[in-house]
């Protein structure tokens, strides 16, 4: 019954902006390190933004930095992936990450697609 699922993709013009989400059920979110990646067809799977249980540490692919902002709100037992300024490169599976010592859960994936 533990699982994140995340939300929110969709088709967005160059430029644009949207913002996923990775909703936790079954298990609380609070203790967990939250990590987003994305795969494009063809290549390999990367990690772009992870955000430490208590919010207070980011890290970014140089990729997406500067673009791209994770957050959380542990109240809501949610985690955030906000998307600025998209490039027609970003177009990808987006995947949710929720992890701890020994254990961890992945969304299904939620598809990006950047194109006018």
């Known amino acids: 019954q533990s699982q994140v699922v995340e939300s929110g993709g969709g088709l967005v013009q160059p430029g644009g902006s949207l913002r996923l989400s990775c909703a936790a059920s079954?298990?609380?979110?609070?203790?967990?390190?939250i990590g987003w990646f994305r795969q494009a067809p063809g290549k390999e799977r990367e990690g772009i933004a992870c955000?430490?249980?208590?919010?207070?540490?980011?890290d970014y692919a140089d990729s997406v930095k500067g673009r791209f902002t994770i957050s959380r709100d542990n109240a809501k037992n949610t985690g955030y992936l906000h998307l600025s300024s998209l490039k027609a490169e970003d177009t990808a599976a987006y995947y949710c990450?929720?992890?701890?010592?020994?254990?961890?859960?992945w969304g299904q994936g939620n598809q990006v697609i950047v194109s006018s």
């Open positions: 955000i430490s249980s208590s919010g207070e540490n980011t």
């Open positions: 079954g298990f609380t979110l609070d203790h967990y390190v």
């Open positions: 990450n929720a992890g701890r010592n020994g254990e961890d859960y």
